[in-house]
């Protein structure tokens, strides 16, 4: 069966340069922080286009890192997509603060930036936006609200490594970017992984310390920490990796504009990709009249797929608390219903893109 994902395809193809690469970080023991992490902070900081970036231990520790950095706490209110990994939602709870959930468009799925003013309070601090699936939101009109009411914007980057927004990477555009190199991003670490990326300094240093059990030195510690470094073996792996970041978005590329152009069966919707932005194709969702029987059909194809994510942020029993009910956001609760992610990855073969293609081209809604 041809998976949704093969991450074993990528580490045989660069299994040595791993492999050289964490020898490394065993022979100098620096398995907590150190050289190896602080060396990726510095490639990566680099390649988005920002001053200083600090890894952590994973992308949610990265939101609530930055939410801190923010001042926001306890009484504070955040606006987040509903449409979006529950971890977006994760970064303002873990602090104190209320996420406030807006829908997301119909046609790009990404934050409706008509809905947020609307949500917006005395209390509210900031504004989480996802470039979900590797598409980047609306970052302009987003920028256009923020300002007007004195807002921060946070970028959840963690599906959109190597997006732009009108030719600037994601991660750049906002007060702080946060991003997520969990297995099968589009830049992995063979185990948990994040970071969060800024042109301000003196966010970055705040993070570098809350990190770090709240020491700048050893054993004197300045603020209320945490146990969130980024581990020396990830920071090697990521640096073998962002070295062939622009190969693989190429041909992730490549194989979402495939399926984009020849794809063609009416019963199947796809994300709609604005011309200010060039997406790097994490995943492909499209949405179908019935998801269960459409996933059915694949997998007697030999053809793996999966649902992300069929439960919106607001519905979920987590903020069950904050009273929301269903049609608080019809296009997200539309989107989740309907959901299936399509296989693509870099290693996909030529042959097996084409299968995709035309075991969707085939498909009967009334199947």
Same mark, same amino acid.
């Given at each position: 069966?041809?998976?949704?994902?093969?991450?074993?395809?990528?580490?045989?193809?660069?299994?040595e340069?791993?492999?050289?690469?964490?020898?490394?970080?065993?022979?100098?023991?620096? #398995?907590?922080?150190?050289?190896f992490?602080?060396?990726?902070?510095?490639? &990566?900081?680099?390649?988005?286009?920002v001053?200083?970036?600090?890894?952590?231990?994973?992308?949610?520790?990265?939101l609530?890192?930055?939410m801190?950095?923010?001042?926001?706490?306890?009484?504070?209110?955040v606006?987040?997509p509903?449409?979006?990994?529950?971890a977006?939602a994760?970064?303002?709870?873990?602090?104190?603060?209320?996420?406030?959930?807006?829908?997301?468009?119909?046609?790009?799925?990404?934050i409706?930036?008509?809905?947020?003013?609307?949500?917006?309070t005395?209390?509210t601090?900031?504004i989480?936006?996802?470039?979900?699936?590797?598409?980047?939101?609306? &970052?302009?009109r987003?920028?256009e609200?923020a300002?007007?009411?004195?807002?921060?914007?946070?970028?959840?980057?963690?599906?959109?490594?190597?997006?732009?927004?009108?030719g600037?990477?994601?991660?750049?555009?906002?007060?702080?970017? /946060?991003?997520?190199?969990?297995?099968?991003?589009?830049?992995?670490?063979?185990?948990?992984?994040?970071?969060v990326v800024?042109?301000?300094?003196?966010?970055?240093?705040?993070?570098?310390?809350?990190?770090?059990?709240? /020491?700048?030195?050893r054993y004197?510690h300045?603020?209320?920490?945490?146990?969130?470094?980024m581990?020396?073996?990830?920071?090697?792996?990521?640096?073998?990796?962002?070295?062939?970041?622009?190969e693989?978005?190429?041909?992730?590329?490549?194989?979402?504009?495939?399926?984009?152009?020849?794809i063609?069966?009416p019963?199947?919707?796809?994300?709609?990709?604005?011309?200010?932005?060039e997406?790097? #194709?994490?995943? &492909?969702?499209?949405?179908?009249?019935?998801?269960?029987?459409?996933?059915?059909?694949?997998?007697?194809?030999?053809?793996?797929?999966?649902?992300?994510?069929?439960?919106? /942020?607001h519905?979920?029993?987590?903020?069950?608390?904050?009273?929301?009910?269903?049609?608080?956001?019809?296009?997200?609760?539309?989107?989740?219903?309907?959901?299936?992610?399509?296989?693509?990855?870099?290693?996909?073969?030529e042959?097996e893109?084409?299968?995709?293609?035309?075991?969707?081209?085939?498909?009967?809604?009334?199947?």
């Amino acid at each position: 069966m041809l998976k949704r994902i093969d991450l074993s395809r990528n580490y045989q193809n660069h299994k040595e340069e791993y492999m050289q690469a964490i020898e490394r970080v065993c022979e100098e023991t620096a #398995f907590s922080g150190g050289k190896f992490a602080d060396k990726f902070d510095e490639e &990566f900081a680099a390649y988005i286009g920002v001053k200083a970036a600090s890894g952590v231990d994973n992308g949610t520790s990265a939101l609530q890192l930055a939410m801190l950095a923010l001042g926001i706490g306890e009484g504070d209110e955040v606006i987040v997509p509903a449409n979006t990994y529950i971890a977006s939602a994760w970064g303002p709870t873990y602090t104190g603060a209320t996420p406030v959930f807006v829908d997301c468009t119909a046609d790009t799925w990404e934050i409706d930036p008509e809905k947020i003013e609307e949500k917006i309070t005395n209390r509210t601090k900031a504004i989480i936006g996802v470039h979900l699936y590797g598409q980047p939101f609306d &970052f302009g009109r987003v920028k256009e609200i923020a300002d007007r009411h004195g807002l921060y914007i946070v970028e959840d980057c963690a599906q959109s490594h190597r997006a732009k927004y009108e030719g600037e990477m994601t991660g750049s555009l906002g007060d702080l970017g /946060c991003f997520s190199f969990y297995p099968g991003k589009n830049l992995y670490a063979f185990g948990e992984a994040g970071s969060v990326v800024s042109n301000n300094i003196d966010y970055i240093d705040a993070i570098d310390t809350w990190k770090n059990q709240g /020491c700048k030195v050893r054993y004197y510690h300045d603020v209320v920490g945490y146990n969130m470094r980024m581990e020396g073996i990830q920071g090697a792996v990521l640096s073998v990796s962002l070295k062939y970041l622009e190969e693989w978005t190429k041909r992730r590329q490549e194989i979402g504009w495939k399926y984009i152009r020849e794809i063609k069966n009416p019963c199947i919707t796809m994300q709609a990709h604005p011309e200010n932005t060039e997406p790097v #194709f994490h995943l &492909f969702v499209v949405t179908v009249p019935e998801a269960e029987n459409f996933l059915e059909y694949m997998a007697q194809n030999d053809i793996e797929c999966h649902r992300h994510y069929p439960v919106p /942020c607001h519905l979920q029993k987590a903020y069950a608390h904050l009273g929301y009910q269903k049609g608080a956001c019809p296009n997200a609760e539309y989107l989740a219903e309907h959901c299936v992610t399509l296989p693509l990855f870099p290693e996909m073969t030529e042959e097996e893109t084409q299968k995709v293609i035309e075991a969707c081209n085939a498909y009967h809604a009334d199947f």
